[in-house]
């Protein structure tokens, strides 16, 4: 199987506003580094992708991915494909937040072994500002997520006009004496009125 990542993408609609969690990478690899990221990782060897992307967001940020959650596909990423799901939910930093570490060798072929956490900070974005914060390769993310929640917005509305246009048809109907007027509704007569030129009016 080609290597891949997982990660969960955590949002809350408020006010009108979507916002998403973003954490910034840690370790001296990424000391400087003002681009943030989708907590994620690798997939292990046989692990199924969507406990994978839950596995790894809840080591990197310390939060339960429990909720309604939406797939965002996928994306070539460092080589890998990485594999996003949305999760509807929310964080404030009283919450507070851990990460677990990564040991590594730094500086590189020194072989001295080092424990440095994951993320080193998250916070809750407005999708505006998450996009010019995000690094390019994921914000192909951000832009779906934003596309799906304002489909899923657009869609009851549209189920509730056509179910009034439905009701409004069968109304008109009945009250032009149509077989399939709608119930309780009879043909309603009409009287021509003295002013009324010929032609108009009926009974």
Known sequence: MKKCRAGILLYKVEDGQIKVLLGMPGGPKYEGNTMWHIPKGKVEKGEDLFEAAKREFNEETGILPEGKFLELGNTPYKGDTCYIWG?????????????????????????????????????????????????????????????????????????????????????????????????????????????????????
Do not use: C
């Not at 570490?101 to 590189?108: A, K, R, S």
């Not at 006009?161 to 009250?175: C, S, T, V, W």
């Not at 149509?178 to 009879?186: C, L």
């Open 87 to 203: 999760l509807e939910g929310d964080w404030k930093p009283e919450d507070g937040f851990s990460s677990n570490n990564v040991v590594m060798q730094w500086p590189p072929k020194t072989g001295k072994m080092h424990s440095f956490q994951e993320l080193s900070e998250i916070k809750m974005l407005e999708l505006t500002e998450a996009k010019q914060m995000i690094v390019d390769s994921q914000k192909v993310f951000l832009e779906r997520l934003e596309s799906s929640l304002k489909l899923n917005e657009i869609e009851p509305f549209q189920k509730k006009m056509k179910a009034k246009h439905k009701k409004m048809k069968f109304r008109l109907i009945g009250l032009g004496g149509n077989k399939k007027k709608e119930k309780g509704m009879k043909k309603p007569s009409y009287k021509r009125s003295k002013s009324a030129p010929p032609g108009f009016g009926g009974s």
